[in-house]
């Protein structure tokens, strides 16, 4: 949600920048913009709605020569998507710019009082409300931008990362967190900032993740400063990028989104590489066994994630309950924080984040943390702040993921899943020697598997083509379908704009039944397993009622694929494996509906990539 990038060095200050806000771009779209200053200490703000290439077209005739800068790329939050709303903010004498991720949450109140004392305001943004309080602070205290920054930032609620210069101090970028990221890249004399490390990768493999309530002093040939919010010094701790540029490319696909569906034979195998250990016979995940007791005398375990990750978290569910027998619980994580959750000691959370930024899992982890649970983290993002927030964890290791629409992470997800569930499964009892040696196999299996699914490609961008036009779709499944009907429906709604509903296949007697006719489609997610033949009489529920039906099945069905108008053959898997093969098939029809309709499948409309605000 909203990415910052900032350097200061020898090198074209806005080249590094523009790249950088490209690489940022997937977490929001909506305007970008650049503040520059001259090694005269002349500050320029130049910025535009719309994609960074706005921004490129408007800076062609400008003076773009600089030794510091910073920019941004914006998801709005307050303010409408427009040139004035967008980043860098300037202070009302322009002395002073600022970029900012985040939300100031008691904007209004210091608006109000900085009005009082006369201070101008151009934009609608809570940013702008910061630097104002930062130039008020800085004239009023006749003291430097550090101690501006500090005073203001222990006045403000909310989250943010930002980054501040100055006119006439070329040399210098202030930076803070809190609640968003934050990361510090350090080179050869010159600094790199942004918020994540994607814009840094490419210049320095050195970074530090600033923490919370911590601001950075970078100034151009002194080392890196850190203090806190109350002005201690805190130490600095520099850790090795293992991110590679070319994870950061679309490596000859048109979208990042295909490429990521297509990595996923390799990120399936990079997730399960050295977890299933002794030639298949046991599962080895550090964080469950670093934390054993916690698992195995576990009451109750409570799943928190938003979006896709709450689709893995309640495939997670099913895994669970079947393998260890303990009940789960799953919560969106935007209502378990608020809904007064009831948790007992030795009760587990398992917090669920691709990003591991995500807002409403962060205060999820702290709530949990708060009332005495253990809390584990599954995450995508190293060094990211779920997994600094949380007792233990496992990182999915699906590489970086570029597209908003989420793929290979859920995949990953529900991988790491099934090997939590059989790890804690193996320490609880509840798995025999031969059914882990059995299911080590399987998994094992699986990236193979993966590859053979993606076969269909063509398959499903011809049937593509029948469904483009569609205006409604219903996603259906049960047992472990039923999660992965309901990504199936996220994934076309998020990208091609068409309204789809998942639903459990046994529920839709009870009211969406009504929907169907001959103009609402419905993708059946049929595997063979346990509930097949219950699944059957929902297919012919819907084909009775004039409904054309796609259907993913298994090779060799004969029953469904003779009801239904189109087919979709995945190999046969034990059902708890079926939900990370059947949703390929899915992850597939959407991207071909969403390209026939001429849609940006990598920066869906109204979305970004990593929600860090409420
Ligand atoms: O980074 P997270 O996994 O915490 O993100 C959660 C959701 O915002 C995310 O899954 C979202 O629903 C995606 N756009 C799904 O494709």
Redesign the pocket.
Known sequence: MCGIVGYIGDRNVYDVLIKGLHRLEYRGYDSAGVALETPEGVLNVYKAKGKVSNLENFCKDKDLQASCGIAHTRWATHGEPSDVNAHPHFSDDRKLAIVHNGTIENYQILKDALIQHGCRFHSETDTEVLVQLIEYIKLKNNCQLIDAVREALNQVQGAYAIAVIEAGNPHQIIAARKSSPLVIGIGNDEFFLASDATPIVEFTKEVVYVKDNEIAILRRGEPMKLVTLSNEEVSIDVTALELSISQLEKGGYPHFMLKEIFEQPVTLRDCIRGRVIEGGKSILLNGVRDHKDKFINAKRIVIV??????HAALIGKYLIQEMCDVPVNVEYASEFRYNHPVLEEGDVVIA???????AD?LAAIEIARDKGAFVYGIS?VVGSS?PRATHSGTYIHVGPEIG????K??TGQVMVLTLLAIAVGELRGTLTKEQIAEYGKEINAIPDLVKQVLKLDEQIKHLSAIYTYARNFLYLGRGYSYPAALEGA??LK?ISYIHAEGYPAAEMKHGPIALIDAEMPSVIVAPYDHLYEKIVSNVQQVKSRGGSIIAIVTEGDTVISNIADHVLEVPKVPEWLTPIITSIPMQLLSYYIAINKGKDVDMPRN?A???TVE
């Open positions: 994630a938003c979006g896709t990750s709450w669920i984040s691709q990003s591991g930024e995500t899992t995508n779920i908003v629409a989420s793929t992470a859920f996220l994934k998020e979305l990539k990593s929600v």
